[in-house]
């Protein structure tokens, strides 16, 4: 093995990654060292680079990059469930001070990995982690979907959107989810049924598709006004809001007098904190089963990127006009 690789490092706030040689990075107990593959990116990474970030705890220089897919080369002491040649994916670095997929060799903890679906390539199960993560602790860990509920996901057709329809409907929801008149198809490809929420009103869609009882959970991917409507289109008692973007100021008014509930999604804590880091292993291990079940695909774009095309992914991200999730190829 030798002794160092390449990395992108973020030197100041706002700048180009740097191509620069660091040091090999060598596996202690409980972790593994992973020939990375592929990064994938996602807007929470920009706002890093930015400097928007500061619930991330980011010290620079650093390596970014949370989401990773790449293949077990080393393990560490205590580690049992992967062995060399393991392809694994998962959410592992790049906040807190742990360097990130950026680069071409990561040392991760064991806990937060897991083995990838045997046929999604690299570049897809990169894509997958973070999102997956998110839709998982809100639509299972907070909101406990059962088969037979109505379930609304605000923002259907976006990276966390789109994975939390496909899972909502494993679960045997009846599902729908918001969008634009653009995203219909792509919407409805995934088992929802969709909301154009520019030609329809909350009061309308609420009477339309639960005859004004309103909906048992909905998930909140947008934050803001959206949010506020997710308040009033909740369903009386039982209903349950989650969002991943409750960051602003709200009125729980409407939400009170529905007697609902509301829960927020903050996926760093394990990363951050050291603890319930397993618990993101064995999400990703039930993103396995199910992209192995046939019953989850991700959305990577057309867009091609690599170690010296970085910051362009990053600036494409950031103004918007990208299509799918975006990928930066690591290996080869």
């Known amino acids: 093995m030798k002794n160092t690789m390449q990395a992108l490092v973020l030197e100041k706030t706002g700048s180009p990654f740097v191509l620069r040689e660091v040091a090999m990075p060598v596996a202690a107990a409980g972790e593994v060292l992973v020939r990375i593959a592929a990064s994938g990116i996602n807007p929470l990474d920009t706002k890093i680079r930015a400097g928007q970030a500061a619930h991330a705890n980011t010290s620079l220089p650093a390596i970014l990059g949370m989401d990773l897919a790449g293949t077990v080369v080393a393990v560490g002491a205590d580690v049992k469930t992967f062995r060399v040649g393991d392809d694994v994916y998962g959410m592992a670095g790049g906040i807190g001070g742990v360097p990130g997929s950026l680069a071409e060799f990561g040392v991760f903890d064991a806990d937060l990995l897991a083995l990838k679906p045997e046929h999604f390539t690299m570049r897809e199960a990169a894509a997958l982690p973070l999102i997956f993560i998110t839709a998982w602790e809100g639509l299972v860990d907070r909101a406990n979907v059962q088969a037979g509920q109505k379930v609304l996901i605000h923002g259907g057709a976006g990276g966390v959107g789109h994975v939390a329809i496909q899972l909502a409907v ?79 100021t709200h009125s729980l008014a409407p939400l009170s007098f529905r007697a609902a509930t509301y829960s927020g999604v903050f996926t760093l804590l394990p990363l951050l904190t050291g603890r319930e880091r397993i618990h993101h292993g064995d999400i990703m291990s039930e993103a396995t089963k199910l992209a192995e079940q046939g019953k989850l695909r991700v959305n990577v774009g057309p867009q091609r990127y690599t170690f010296s095309s970085a910051t362009d992914a990053h600036v494409a991200l950031e103004g918007g006009t990208t299509r799918g999730k975006l990928v930066i190829d690591i290996a080869g």
């Open 170 to 248: 494993a679960l045997g929801a009846e599902v729908y989810a918001t969008g634009s008149s653009a995203q219909k198809d792509m919407i409805q490809s995934l088992g929802a049924t969709a909301i154009d929420y520019r030609s329809e009103s909350v009061e309308e869609y609420v009477s339309r598709y639960t005859d004004g009882v309103g909906f048992d959970v909905i998930y909140d991917t947008v934050g803001g006004a959206t949010l506020d409507a997710s308040f009033a289109a909740i369903r009386k008692y039982k209903g349950h809001v989650v969002s991943c973007l409750g960051w602003g």
